[in-house]
């Protein structure tokens, strides 16, 4: 038996965790004196509202080497050989964690980088399942395949405001002002496991165009594997909105396009209103 776990900047939530088998580890997050569990005691609608009202950025911990070495031990008593799967080595040390708890179980616990954050992360997630429940391949083939295919995972996402890269020091102030003056819509993607600034566009009609040509040059979407979208904030009016300026995208390739909100590892820096793609390039 082969038990999947992943931590919670996949933005798997605890019910839908269950439902598909996953176990889901909450990282820990601190908003001004209250400290929480991810998708435990805090969920998706709970968190944004309190970062909006926040005049200070929410802290998120990585899941230390403790906590995974508990659920490890959990897993491989009951007979399961684990797969776990992590948010970017480059964003946190939730992975350096896993590692150093997995060497303590002898062969019957291997961790995988994702080298990605929210829906990123996600789909090599479900790609992971879908190897899983296909019966064929051992846990040591399946982290082969994983490792081979993440480095085909585009993540990119356009920002409706600058105000939290300026919150947590990512920009400077000026050039924050700036942007907001001019309504500039950065476009972020993650690349060798850091988010950068990959474009700008004025607008959100043109960020919306810009991220589609980003998703083109990438090579477009292989629809045979696993791909999401995403939102940010309290309202998916403008995932609506970018799904409606990218029908041509979908159109005709898939009847269904999984959305998902993005929760707090990545909505602190990115603010509310924010759309992203994740899929496996051609």
Known sequence: MIKLVVDSATDINQDEAEKLGVICMPIQVRIGDEEFLDGVNLQHRQFYEKLIESASLPQTSQINEYRWEEKFAEEVESGATVIAITLSSKLS??????????????????VVDSLNACIGERILCDYALRLISGGKLTAEEIVKELNAAKGKIQLIAVLDTLKYLKKGGRISSVAAFTGELLSIKPVVSVVGGEVK???????????????????????GINFDMPYAVGYSGLSDECLKKYLRDSEVLWKGKTENVPAYPVGCTIGTHIGPNGVAVAFFAK
């Open 93 to 110: 040390g939730t992975y350096g964690c896993a590692v150093k708890a997995a060497k303590k179980f002898g062969g019957k616990v291997f």
């Open 197 to 219: 600034c990959v474009g700008k566009a004025m607008g959100s009609k043109k960020g919306n165009n810009l991220l589609m040509q980003l998703t083109e040059e990438c090579g």
